[in-house]
Structures are given as C-alpha cells and as structure tokens.
C-alpha cells in the first residue's frame, strides 16, 4: 500500500467519521430537549468546517455524488481543477467532460463496487486548468467507490490524480535507455569489428600502416565509450542531487574560464580559433560548486569549437549585471544552430551536426543537457539564440547573491 493510498484511506476514515458526528448532531437537533439547539448548530458548523479543512488539505480532486450523479460536495482541488463554474450541484458526467474519466464513476455506481483507471487524454480533452496543447496528452488516475448511508443508497466518492509528471518522466527514463543503448552500441560494435578483423587474418598485423590505422580507429571508439560512460554517470549525479548537496564555494570566474582554455589549447590552435573574456568585472566570483561550473563551462566553450571546425572561429565569455541577476554569455560567429533545432538541443542525446564529416568523432549528445541541468541546480536558467552563419548566444541567468 503507497503513502498516498494511506493518505486516501485516512481520509475516508476521517470523512465517515465527520458523517457519524453530524447524525448524531441532527438527531439531538430534532429533539431539542437532549442538548441545547444553540449549541447543536455549532457543533455541527465545527463538523462541516473540519470536513472541509481535511478534504480541502488532500491535494488531489476529490468529489462525492449522489446515487443521481449530482456532486453533493468537492474540496478546493476540484474546484481549481474542473471549475468554472463551481462543480457542487451539477451532474458528474457533465463536470468531468470526458467519458473515460467519468467510466469508473458509472461503473461504481451500476455494480456498487470500488472501480479505478488510469486515463491517457490528449490535449484538447484534458481538465480545464491543465488543458494546454502544447503540453500533449495527460494522464490522469480515476478512483470511484461507494460511501454507506445508513438513510438512503450509497453515495460514490471520487478521486482524480494527475499522473502526467510522472508519466513523462517514466518516458523520459525509457528512452534514455534506449539511445544510450543504441549510442553505446555503435562504437563497441565497430571495435569488435576491427578485433575480430585481427583475429581472423593475423597476418594484417604485419603491415605496420594498417595495424595502426585501425588501432587508431579502435582507440577513437573506445575513447567515445568512454566519453558516453563518465556523461551519463555525471548526469546520474546531478540529478540524484539537490541544491543542498551541491559543494559551494567562491570562485574566480577568470581562473575557471581560464583553466578552461589551458585544457583546449590544443584544438583552440588547431582550429586556429581565438577564445577570449569579457567580463564586466575582472575580479568577478560566482558561488557555486566549481566542478559543476567547469563542465558547464567547459561543454558550452568545447561545444562551440567542435561545431565549428573551420579557421577563425571567434568565442567570447562575456557578463554583465542587473538589480537582480548575473549574466553570463558564451557566444561565437560560427555556423549557427538551426531554427527547426533549437528547441530540442538541450534534450538528452539530441544532436546538430549534420555538416560534420565521418572523420570526426561525433559528441555524446548529452553536453547541453548536462549544462541545463547543472545551471538549474544553481538556481539559474539557460537559453539559446542562434542566427545561423552569423552568431550563436547561449545565455545563463543567475539570480543576484
């Protein structure tokens, strides 16, 4: 049993109970010379207010109709979820809009027993607070069973829980499994490819030129494995973390960023690329956990180099400060990102370089998606502004210590 059964399951308990006590107060109300009616009529106030205050502090939609269907009562969630107008007093059919959200109410209600579902709406049929179409299809558990009346057919309580957050997360955990399955997959198939070359011709390790082409393809695919492993292990711990864990500190942002550099100087001179700072204040320091900071960094710096490989590619670290939040800005002149590819870049595994030549190694597809959830951690946002051929712009926000 979830805690969240628990919890439903008090509260029943809780709202019978609220139903014994306001019998027992009607009946002394219809025999005056048992208590005073005064006070009956308080005492039945307190009931009602307390009947309200448990419903009202369950966060999900919870709802009570009559053997007709009518709801007799709701708590504020269904209120916020199915209003307007306020659902009190019209038909359960009618409030929930959709016929598979009202299915397990209809099946209470014509076999007298418990009946749940879970329901899988698109946009345009979700529940008026969350209907959005841009947010695609909702998932909802629907949870009907009778409540006993001692002085007429039962009463059928409802329960409607929004399951869609995690839902997406479950697709979310599946599909990252898939395509780390799938980006792992690749290389080591094409290093068993070339040992089992070896093995089978033996006599290919007497050609020296060869023998190291291969090895040097085989070690670029080990490289990518490894590359994808200490990714995925880093996202494992991002997110396994929360704010409270991170390892805070004041740091220089000039040393960082400089480090940075020191440990791409090779490709930075390769690609004949310049890489500079910007800084509104040299002695500027961020608070934060700097191992997190450096891959955020270093990604956005490493990123902007690879996805660029011609001569001249020109990247600028550069901030500014407002009343209320620290900008930080990586931006170069290079290619530019796609406008149809924007809004996916920071999705895990997502990918945009489609120019690039088979002789590169490709990227893990996870850098962005690192970054985001690394700035998020810290309390900041990231957004991205590309006009191809021109300048591309990713744009950290942080709010003012």
């Not at 697709?171 to 070339?194: C, M």
């Not at 490894?226 to 996202?235: A, N």
């Not at 934060?288 to 960094?297: E, N, S, V």
């Not at 931006?331 to 120019?355: Q, S």
Request: aromatic share 6%.
């Amino acid at each position: 049993m979830g805690f969240s059964t628990i919890i439903l399951s008090f509260s029943i308990l809780c709202l019978l109970g609220w139903a014994l006590r306001q019998r027992v107060i009607i009946r002394r109300l219809r025999h005056p010379e048992q208590s005073q009616h005064a006070q009956n009529l308080r005492e039945l106030a307190a009931a009602r207010s307390e009947r309200d205050s448990l419903l009202n502090a369950f966060p999900d939609a919870f709802l009570i109709a009559d053997a007709q269907g009518i709801i007799q009562h709701c708590n504020q969630a269904a209120h916020e979820l199915l209003g307007p107008p306020p659902p009190t007093g019209r038909a359960i059919v009618e409030t929930l809009r959709d016929a598979r959200l009202a299915a397990p109410y209809l099946k209470c209600r014509d076999t007298g027993n418990p009946a749940a579902s879970r329901v899988h709406l698109p946009a345009e049929a979700a529940p008026a607070r969350t209907r959005d179409p841009a947010a695609g299809e909702s998932v909802w558990l629907v949870d009907a069973a009778p409540i006993a009346r001692a002085d007429g057919p039962p009463h059928i309580r409802i329960l409607l829980r929004d399951l869609s957050a995690e839902h997406q997360l479950e697709q979310i955990r599946k599909d990252f499994v898939a395509n780390a399955s799938h980006e792992l997959r690749t290389p080591i198939t094409l290093v068993d490819g070339y040992l089992e070359t070896f093995l089978e011709s033996p006599d290919m390790l007497e050609d020296r030129e060869t023998t190291l082409r291969f090895l040097g393809i085989m070690r670029k695919h080990t490289g990518r494995i490894t590359r994808i492993i200490e990714d995925m292990l880093l996202i494992s711990r991002i997110e396994s973390s929360d704010a409270s864990s991170l390892r805070l500190e004041t740091f220089s942002l000039a040393e960082c960023v400089q480090d940075i550099i020191d440990r791409l100087e090779s490709l930075i001179r390769t690609q004949n690329a310049t890489v500079r700072m910007d800084l509104h204040d040299p002695a500027i320091a961020l608070r934060g956990d700097r191992f997190y900071w450096t891959q955020i960094l270093f990604n956005l710096i490493e990123n902007a180099l690879k996805q660029n490989p011609h001569p001249g590619l020109l990247v600028t670290i550069r901030t500014a400060r407002s009343a209320t939040a620290l900008l930080l800005e990586i931006t170069d002149n290079g290619i530019g990102i796609p406008a149809a590819d924007l809004p996916y870049i920071f999705k895990r595994f997502y990918r945009v370089e489609k120019h690039h030549s088979q002789n590169i190694t490709k990227g893990t597809g996870l850098g962005l998606s690192i970054v985001k959830r690394a700035i998020e951690a810290h309390g900041g946002t990231i957004t991205c502004h590309s006009a191809p051929g021109i300048q591309t712009t990713f744009r950290i926000t942080l709010p003012s210590v």
